[in-house]
């Protein structure tokens, strides 16, 4: 799977939008665009996924550049229960059941 | 429904002992992995199996890490001769089967301390 780079953390006010960045400059054409979270002492849940078009779904946006060399998650609403570590994670169509390569994702504070 | 349960939430073993580690997958996945999380470190992957049979245990570490699922259910991962190493958070997660990608659901995590 190609690399993803995020920044280490991020800080938002309660009740603001968020976006949390990450580049995979070294994408290929048939890469999805998978966000997992992980709240405090929990394991890790889906969040969205792509591959070209923007997506919503109930939890959040993602916004896919048109290159597809960056992507941003954006949350619209940013509650104390979104504090989590962000993961974005590339696989391949057609991956079928593999296995998900984790970085160090982003952590989110949401302050009050 | 049920998610992936994982049993027991905590273990704490001495070095050199032997500990087993339960997953109850969601009814239905046919595919599930074993991840190890350390401190401030994204899950790593260790193994995953598809139905019965482990369909890639390239991530296990050494031969002291074994994982079963017998029935197509039920996993688990068993450690000998645990070492202070050893110790992180052992997570499972289900899917189901096929060409997309699909979406994995995660246990909470067990829990081991080897001191």
């Known amino acids: 799977d190609a690399k993803t780079t995020q920044p280490n953390s991020m800080e938002s006010n309660e009740e603001e939008p968020v976006h949390l960045p990450c580049n995979h400059s070294?994408?290929?054409?048939?890469?999805?665009i998978h966000w997992y979270r992980q709240l405090p002492s929990q394991g890790p849940e889906y969040v969205i996924h792509g591959l070209t078009s923007n997506v919503n779904n109930r939890m959040a946006s993602l916004a896919i550049a048109e290159d597809r060399k960056s992507s941003t998650l954006i949350l619209h609403r940013a509650t104390l229960r979104d504090a989590a570590v962000y993961y974005c994670?590339?696989?391949?169509?057609?991956?079928?059941?593999?296995?998900?390569?984790f970085g160090k994702g982003t952590r989110l504070s949401v302050i009050a | 429904g049920a998610g992936v349960s994982q049993t027991p939430s905590n273990k704490v073993t001495e070095k050199g002992k032997y500990v087993e580690l339960r997953c109850d997958p969601i009814?239905?996945?046919?595919?599930l992995y074993w991840y190890r999380q350390s401190l401030g470190q994204g899950p790593e992957f260790l193994i995953y199996?598809?139905?019965?049979?482990?369909?890639?245990d390239s991530g296990l570490p050494n031969d002291r890490f074994f994982a079963v699922r017998p029935e197509g259910s039920v996993s688990t991962l068993k450690i000998q001769r645990t070492e202070r190493g050893d110790s992180a958070v052992y997570l499972c997660a289900s899917s189901l089967t096929g060409t997309d990608s699909y979406e994995q659901y995660f246990g909470p995590g067990t829990r081991l301390t080897v001191t």
């Open positions: 070294t994408i290929s054409g048939t890469d999805y």
């Open positions: 009814s239905g996945h046919t595919a």
């Open positions: 199996f598809q139905g019965t049979g482990a369909a890639d």
């Open positions: 994670i590339l696989r391949g169509r057609g991956s079928g059941n593999t296995p998900l390569v």
